[in-house]
């Protein structure tokens, strides 16, 4: 078996880990089908963070484009506090598989969670818990990718997976062309010149002058998880 290769990995969940397939809401079984896959990487050895998204509650870009009364900005805050709903859910799912978590919070609901700040990470990291990190980045306008990059600068991590539906980044849609291969590896620059759509570019920016490479890769097939963490080839790997 391959040893560690990253000690601190942040994994960035969308909020529809949180629901069944195409649905919306917070299911049970799904939270904690989630959980147990993030349970793998805890023990593959390595610090484990999470941001998780809200998409299966609330978009702020999308809220605010059907609506003629919710600006932008009120859109995104409710949108970051969907997060926040999403990362007390993560939080019982992890601890009802036995894998001790805590959620540090952008907007900090004090019956729920504390505020993020890295120190408070530190610690919970010490004392062996999932970090959730929720709230998104605090700020309207900015997505929970961004707050992925931004976290894992903030929090030193050595390796950011997102987690998707797909086996990782396709040179092109694979569901409009089934000829589309999967990319194993590629820079950030690449897929910025390409157009590919794997995050948003802030995000990508800030992972590139930080140096912090990106895994992409379908975390709830079998073995994925605990490869990423190991250093072993899985999905598509992006850096610098
Ligand atoms: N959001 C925000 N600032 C942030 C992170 C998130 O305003 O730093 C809001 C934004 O409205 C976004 C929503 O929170 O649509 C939920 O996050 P996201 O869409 O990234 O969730 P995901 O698609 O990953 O489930």
Do not use: W
């Not at 809401?25 to 993030?38: C, F, P």
């Not at 907007?107 to 408070?120: I, R, Y």
């Not at 000829?179 to 590629?186: G, N, P, Q």
Request: glycine residues 8%.
């Amino acid at each position: 078996m391959s040893g560690l290769k990253y000690k601190r990995v942040l994994i960035k969940l969308s909020g529809e880990s949180l629901c069944e397939k195409g649905g919306s809401g917070i299911d049970s079984g799904a939270a904690k089908l989630t959980a147990e896959k993030i349970k793998e990487a805890v023990q593959a050895g390595s610090d484990i963070a999470v941001v998780i998204g809200g998409g299966n509650l609330l978009r702020g870009a999308a809220l605010s484009l059907s609506s003629d009364m919710i600006p932008r900005d009120t859109a995104d805050y409710m949108g970051m506090l969907a997060t926040v709903i999403n990362g007390s859910a993560l939080c019982e799912a992890l601890k009802s598989v036995n894998v001790p978590a805590a959620v540090l919070s952008a907007l900090p609901v004090k019956a729920l969670n504390e505020e993020f700040t890295s120190a408070a990470a530190e610690m919970h990291f010490q004392a062996g818990e999932v970090v959730i990190l929720s709230g998104g980045t605090g700020c309207p306008f900015f997505s929970t990718d961004t707050c992925a990059a931004l976290r894992a600068c903030q929090i030193r991590a050595d390796l950011i997976v997102k987690a998707t539906k797909v086996d990782g980044v396709y040179t092109e849609d694979p569901i409009k062309n089934p000829d589309a291969e999967l990319i194993e590896k590629i820079s950030f620059s690449e897929i910025i010149s390409n157009d590919l759509k794997v995050i948003d570019h802030t995000a990508m920016t800030l992972c590139r002058e930080n140096n912090i490479p990106l895994r992409v890769l379908n975390m709830f097939k079998k073995g994925n998880i605990i490869k990423a963490v190991q250093g072993e080839r899985v999905g598509t790997e992006i850096s610098a």
